[in-house]
């Protein structure tokens, strides 16, 4: 018999998942990753189930027709069909659930706890507060494929009657649940805060004194366009040192035209372009960050974590599949004046980021809301707590 299934809805939920089996070392556990092979359980657990089947949209089916088709024809259908019979199977060997992220993560995770008889906790890293408050109603509905996203609708609200605890990621979002009647939302820390380590590597040798600017491509398709965007971006401002936090292979590396890559090691490579130097680096996301001033980010999670830093974020559209300006602009909502939204052009992201790396003003107004919106770190340890409780409770 098993402790614990975790099961996870996307890139940034993997990780908090994966995380939070780190806080419970000990424990027997197992993972069913929704969105892709779930790597990142690799080494965590004793099992990934599922059929580990990375669809064309990367978990953003929603964000856009064109999303949606390919994932049907890459067989979706399937592939829901083969995650809810592994969830079926699990429940006869596990003893708890864990479930991080959205409605459907959520129903997944009903299956596997045979509907609240063994203990299920939710982890719902994804909807806040605000991404909505002040919009109307009418406002909301008309990007109704976002609508889900951001507030807890009937049927996630309905599910809730089957756990034990719902975990939420901002304390306005919990009160917002409890008028919801939600009364088991608490929020008791960040979750994306807590996946933030300490520096991976020290980076000392790499700086040359000028201040640092963070480029944040993401890891989804959409680097194909952002990464050359924040190429062209860089070489527009020579007083900063670029420093890329690259997830993949650098083999896989998307150059603005007139670059040339140089691989030094498995870690680190060098874009060039005449005497304009970028550093990509892998491995090393939190190092990155500890020494960075500003920040060009088309990610999700990782550009929340940047905030939560205190560094300003500038941010632009891309074609897709994942930072689509419905999804930038709901990113821009919750981050408040920690990130900015720009077009997608190199002289309007570079002013953006010049503005905020001599404007004081600007840095401190980035640096409460990114603090305030993210909250404390704290969450995954108190939770994998509750969990360990509820275990030896239940014998």
Known sequence: MNDLLVISGGNAEDLIGATLCDHLSGLSLWALPLVGAGWRYEGRVEQILGPRTQMPSGGFPFNSLENLLADLRAGLATEIFSQIRAAQVARRRIRAVAAVGDAYTLAVACVASDWGR???????????????????????????????????????RWMHRFVRAVYVRDRLSEE?????????????????????????????????????????????????FSLPLMLQSAALLPEMQALVAWAGDFAQVPLAQGWSLSVLDEQTAIAQQGPQ????????????????????????????????????????????????????LRQSRLLGKALALVEAHPTQVAEAVRERLHNPRLREEARRDGLERNGPPGALPQIAHEIRQTLASSG
């Open 118 to 156: 063994l203990p299920l906790f939710h982890l719902q890293p994804q909807i806040s507060h605000y991404y909505w408050a002040g919009r109307s109603t009418w406002e909301r509905l008309k990007q109704l494929n976002q609508f889900g996203a951001e507030d807890y609708l009937f049927y996630e």
């Open 176 to 224: 917002r649940a409890h008028r919801l009647g939600m009364h088991k939302a608490r929020f008791v820390g960040s979750m994306a805060m807590d996946t933030l380590g300490p520096p991976e590597r020290d980076l000392e040798s790499l700086l040359d004194g000028r201040p640092v600017l963070v480029l944040l491509p993401g890891t989804r398709g959409d680097v194909r």
């Open 277 to 328: 130097r970028v550093w990509l680096l892998r491995g090393a996301f939190s190092a990155i960050l500890h020494v960075g001033q500003v920040v060009i980010g088309t990610a999700g999670t990782a550009n929340e974590q940047a905030a939560g830093m205190g560094l300003p974020v500038v941010a632009f559209p891309t074609p897709g599949p994942q930072y689509t300006y419905p999804n930038a």
